[in-house]
């Protein structure tokens, strides 16, 4: 009862509306910067043998990182505020676009490569027309999964100055056991988890959107 | 006589000598790689320790920071964070583990995909809010303890449970269902075939559910402080609220080498531990 009084308060409403759009931006930027260079890093690591297992040891490594300390040590470098949570999670999120994109390009079947290539496409037009749209499937699974890793980590940046959802869980922390605590824990958790749903539908319908009807299951 | 032999004599020596040269340059770039493989990452957390320590050591440091980065605070944080980390890896170990064997049985494997969408929503809840939610419970039901690593640990296997137990059941998910034929082919009873087959082909799954855990507790252990439980994540938060970059940085480092370090190490366990024949 107590929450739902919460939810109805004016200036809750406010509060809660402007840090899930803050929280939003926290996931959307470095999500969309992570796929242009994950997908970059995937191609480069799918061509080249040399190269691959340095690229996926040190994606897999800043994973390792804890998301406090690496939030902490973007900030004497760029400054409180969204810009160190965004270089920070940029990095999370190449993990698992990165090798989404190497084990997509490597599923893709030889025999229709061959063909590409018996039709006389370039290796650009091979890339484009055959390799990645093929390996789209696997690649979207791998953003969808960098994500989710987002919008849940992204609540740690509060912590350190960070905007988004995470600084109404962080004011009831600081209130524990006090009256109006419990609100704002369940409030900022809530949201996130239902900021995480929401994107997991968008990501249901980018897939039946964008994945051509040929190679759906 | 000797003379006509002389020449692919030489040559044969030639040869030999070249493969052998050729073998030892393998051997070399082998044993370099080994080396790379085993000492690599140690030496590279060695180097960022020792930039670290010249780092802090060099700077002038005001009453507020040479008072909050003490090599006895330092150390007992970290000694606070290694305990949160191995309680919470060990409990969450013993609980989702065998309750991942039991739940891919032939009587429960009807349950298995519903549980294992559990695992992939549960990737949804935000660590702060879990643990947050968790420790408002400890704190406001008289009976149970309040203070000290017990709540921490509870959150960090709550938020941790999840993710092992579905690694363990996917993996184990995976263990070839003509083996498994195979065993039952040559009379072998269920309980033999989990004992003698299927748990043998799943110690891979099982040690890299080890590696997993340690890694995401020694991550999420970073926020026990803000709960009463200590931890390296105090060091960070402190040199935040303080203005002080120096506190902030060797916090965050040490944070990060202690996590490197444990991934590490839970990487040898994995490389000596599993079956060679996998």
């Given at each position: 009862?107590?929450?739902?009084?919460?939810?109805?308060?004016?200036?809750?409403?406010?509060?809660?509306?402007?840090?899930?759009?803050?929280?939003?931006?926290?996931?959307?930027?470095?999500?969309?910067?992570?796929?242009?260079?994950?997908?970059?890093?995937?191609?480069?690591?799918?061509?080249?043998?040399?190269?691959?297992?340095?690229?996926?040891?040190?994606?897999?490594?800043?994973?390792?990182?804890?998301?406090?300390?690496?939030?902490?040590?973007?900030?004497?470098?760029?400054?409180?505020?969204?810009?160190?949570?965004?270089?920070?999670?940029?990095?999370?999120?190449?993990?698992?676009?990165?090798?989404?994109?190497?084990?997509?390009?490597?599923?893709?079947?030889?025999?229709?490569?061959?063909?590409?290539?018996?039709?006389?496409?370039?290796?650009?037009?091979?890339?484009?027309?055959?390799?990645?749209?093929?390996?789209?499937?696997?690649?979207?699974?791998?953003?969808?999964v960098?994500?989710l890793l987002?919008v849940g980590?992204?609540?740690?940046?509060?912590?350190?100055?960070?905007?988004?959802?995470?600084?109404?869980?962080?004011?009831?922390?600081?209130?524990?056991?006090?009256?109006?605590?419990?609100?704002?824990?369940?409030?900022?958790t809530?949201?996130i988890i239902?900021?995480a749903v929401?994107?997991d539908?968008?990501?249901?319908?980018?897939?039946?959107?964008?994945?051509?009807?040929?190679?759906?299951? | 006589?000797?003379?006509?032999?002389?020449?692919?004599?030489?040559?044969?020596?030639?040869?030999?000598?070249?493969?052998?040269?050729?073998?030892?340059?393998?051997?070399?770039?082998?044993?370099?790689?080994?080396?790379?493989?085993?000492?690599?990452?140690?030496?590279?957390?060695?180097?960022?320790?020792?930039?670290?320590?010249?780092?802090?050591?060099?700077?002038?440091?005001?009453?507020?920071?040479?008072?909050?980065?003490?090599?006895?605070?330092?150390?007992?944080?970290?000694?606070?964070?290694?305990?949160?980390?191995?309680?919470?890896?060990?409990?969450v170990?013993?609980?989702a583990?065998?309750l991942g064997?039991?739940?891919?049985?032939?009587?429960?494997?009807?349950?298995?995909?519903a549980i294992i969408g559990l695992g992939n929503a549960g990737q949804a809840i935000p660590s702060?809010g879990l643990l947050?939610l968790?420790?408002?419970?400890?704190?406001?039901?008289?009976?149970?303890?309040?203070?000290?690593?017990?709540?921490?640990?509870?959150g960090l296997v709550a938020y941790s449970f999840l993710p092992i137990l579905r690694n363990t059941m996917v993996?184990?998910?995976?263990?070839?269902?003509?083996?498994?034929?195979?065993?039952?082919?040559?009379?072998?009873?269920?309980?033999?075939?989990?004992?003698?087959?299927?748990?043998?082909?799943?110690?891979?799954?099982?040690?890299?559910?080890?590696?997993t855990?340690?890694?995401l507790?020694?991550?999420t252990?970073?926020?026990?402080?803000?709960?009463?439980?200590?931890?390296?994540?105090?060091?960070?938060?402190?040199?935040?609220?303080?203005?002080?970059?120096?506190?902030?940085?060797?916090?965050?480092?040490?944070?990060?080498?202690?996590?490197?370090?444990?991934?590490?190490?839970?990487?040898?366990?994995?490389?000596?531990?599993?079956?060679?024949?996998?």
């Amino acid at each position: 009862m107590a929450f739902l009084e919460y939810l109805s308060d004016p200036s809750t409403q406010r509060e809660l509306i402007s840090q899930t759009l803050d929280h939003i931006y926290l996931t959307a930027v470095p999500v969309a910067i992570a796929v242009v260079l994950g997908l970059g890093l995937g191609i480069l690591a799918h061509r080249s043998p040399q190269l691959r297992s340095p690229i996926l040891s040190v994606v897999s490594t800043l994973l390792t990182i804890p998301s406090l300390a690496l939030f902490a040590i973007m900030i004497p470098i760029i400054g409180i505020g969204a810009g160190p949570a965004i270089v920070a999670l940029t990095l999370y999120a190449l993990l698992p676009i990165v090798r989404n994109t190497v084990s997509g390009l490597f599923s893709v079947d030889n025999a229709v490569i061959e063909s590409a290539k018996g039709m006389g496409m370039s290796a650009t037009k091979r890339l484009w027309k055959i390799e990645l749209p093929n390996a789209w499937p696997v690649m979207l699974a791998g953003i969808r999964v960098a994500t989710l890793l987002t919008v849940g980590i992204a609540a740690i940046a509060a912590l350190v100055g960070g905007p988004g959802l995470g600084q109404e869980i962080f004011t009831g922390i600081r209130r524990i056991p006090a009256s109006g605590s419990l609100e704002s824990l369940l409030g900022g958790t809530l949201f996130i988890i239902l900021l995480a749903v929401l994107f997991d539908l968008l990501y249901l319908a980018i897939g039946r959107v964008t994945i051509p009807r040929g190679i759906r299951e | 006589m000797s003379s006509t032999l002389t020449p692919p004599d030489a040559q044969e020596v030639a040869r030999r000598t070249q493969a052998r040269d050729e073998d030892a340059a393998l051997g070399r770039r082998a044993r370099r790689a080994r080396i790379v493989h085993y000492l690599g990452m140690p030496l590279f957390l060695l180097a960022v320790l020792l930039a670290l320590y010249l780092w802090v050591q060099g700077q002038e440091l005001d009453s507020i920071e040479a008072r909050t980065i003490t090599l006895g605070t330092l150390l007992s944080q970290t000694r606070q964070h290694i305990t949160l980390t191995l309680y919470s890896t060990v409990v969450v170990l013993l609980l989702a583990v065998p309750l991942g064997i039991f739940a891919t049985r032939p009587g429960t494997r009807r349950f298995a995909p519903a549980i294992i969408g559990l695992g992939n929503a549960g990737q949804a809840i935000p660590s702060l809010g879990l643990l947050a939610l968790l420790y408002y419970l400890f704190r406001t039901q008289p009976a149970l303890p309040s203070t000290g690593t017990f709540p921490v640990v509870v959150g960090l296997v709550a938020y941790s449970f999840l993710p092992i137990l579905r690694n363990t059941m996917v993996g184990l998910e995976q263990v070839d269902r003509f083996v498994l034929e195979a065993g039952k082919g040559m009379g072998m009873s269920q309980r033999r075939v989990l004992r003698r087959i299927e748990l043998p082909l799943a110690v891979p799954v099982i040690l890299a559910g080890v590696r997993t855990a340690l890694v995401l507790n020694v991550g999420t252990a970073a926020l026990a402080f803000l709960f009463g439980g200590g931890g390296l994540g105090q060091t960070i938060f402190s040199g935040f609220q303080l203005r002080r970059n120096v506190v902030l940085v060797t916090g965050a480092v040490l944070v990060a080498v202690l996590a490197l370090l444990v991934d590490y190490l839970a990487g040898l366990i994995e490389e000596k531990l599993t079956p060679k024949g996998l």
